[in-house]
C-alpha cells in the first residue's frame, strides 16, 4: 500500500474520532439543557437558542475539520441515549436468520449467525418484525478512505435510533488489529454503527461494498449474498450527491420491506 494512501486513510480515521467527541459532547449538553427547560418554563426561549448554538458550532467544526482532513469518516455514530429495554430475547441462539431488504435499488439480503452476534440478531428481528426498517432510507455513502452505505436511520440523518443500545459482539471476528489499529472488513460485510463508546450500537448499520479498514470497534453481524454485494457497490459506483466522497447516494437507496427469518 502506498504511504499517500495510508495518509489518507489515517486522516479519514483521525477525523472520525474527533467527530464523534464532538458530536456526543453536544448529545450531552443537549441533553442538560432539555432537563432546564422541563424545570422552568420561563427559560425556554433562552435554552431554544443555546442548543441551536451548541449545534451551530458542532456543525462548523466539522466543516473545518472537512477542509483540513478532506477525507470521509468512518460509519457515522448513531444515537447513544438508551431510554427504551432491549428486545426480549426470542430467537433461536444457535440457528443462522436472514434479513431481507426489498430496496429500490434492488433486494439486498444478508445472513446473521446468532451463536456469535445473539444480542445483534435478536434486535434486528424485533425491529423488522414491526416494521421499524420499513420505509426508511440509506442515508449515507461513501466513497473515499471507506467504502460503505449506511442505513437504519429512521430520520435520516444520522442520529436516529430505536430508544435502546445493543452490546458490542464478534469484535474479534476478522481479526487482531495491526499496527495501524485497524482490521479489514471485506467486502460483503454488514456491521454496527456507533458512537465509538462500547455498546453504543441501535438501529445503524453499515454495508460494505469495497475492502475497509476500520478499528475492530463495530459489531460485525452479517454477510450478504454476491447479488446483494454487487446491487450495493452500484450504488457505491454511482457516487455521492454533489460529487463528495461523503452524503447521501446518488442513486438513492429506500428500503421499502425489511423482513429476519430463520433460516
Known sequence: MSS?????????????????????????????????VAASVAVVAVVGVSAFVVSGKDDDKDKKTDAAASQSPAPEPSESESKAPTPPMKIDKKA????????????????????????????????ADKGYFDATKCHRLTTQGIFVLQCGDPKGDGTGGP????????????????????????????????????????SQFFLVYKETKLPPTYTPFGTMDDASLKAVQKVGEAGVEGGAGDGAPKKAVTIEKASVEKD
Open 96 to 127: 443462522t436468520y436472514t434479513m431481507s431488504l426489498k430496496t429500490s435499488q434492488g433486494d439486498i439480503a444478508f445472513s446473521m449467525d446468532a451463536a456469535k452476534t445473539p444480542e445483534t440478531t435478536n434486535s434486528f428481528k424485533a425491529l
Open 163 to 202: 430508544g435502546y443500545n445493543i452490546p458490542d459482539e464478534n469484535l474479534d471476528a476478522l481479526g487482531k488489529a495491526g499496527a495501524d489499529g485497524t482490521v479489514s472488513f471485506p467486502p460483503g460485510t454488514v456491521a454496527m454503527a456507533n458512537t465509538g463508546q462500547p455498546g453504543t450500537g441501535g
Open 4 to 36: 499517500s494512501e495510508q495518509r489518507r486513510r489515517q486522516l479519514a480515521r483521525e477525523k472520525f474520532e474527533r467527530q464523534q467527541k464532538r458530536r456526543e459532547e453536544a448529545r450531552r449538553r443537549t441533553r442538560r439543557i432539555t432537563a432546564i
